[in-house]
């Protein structure tokens, strides 16, 4: 029975995502919490390179990550 390693967790990948491509300080890019940083990614690869994201899913994004510091909102 051969049994695989898990592949290691991306932090290369990851840090050049929240970092690089979406510009986040570190500070913000540590204390994302991993949902945060899986949203974020979510609305890049839901658009093509260069176009916004459909408005559908731009509004899912604010619904459940407001920018104000109250819980999100019920659908």
Known sequence: MGASAAAPFPWREVMEFGLGRLGWP???????????????????????????????????????HPDDSGEAAEA
Request: charged share 25%.
């Open 26 to 64: 570190p500070d913000v890019f540590w204390t994302a919490s991993p949902r945060e940083i899986i949203a974020a990614s979510e609305a890049f690869r839901a658009a093509p390179a260069g176009e916004a994201p459909a408005r559908g899913i731009l509004d899912a994004l604010m619904r459940d």
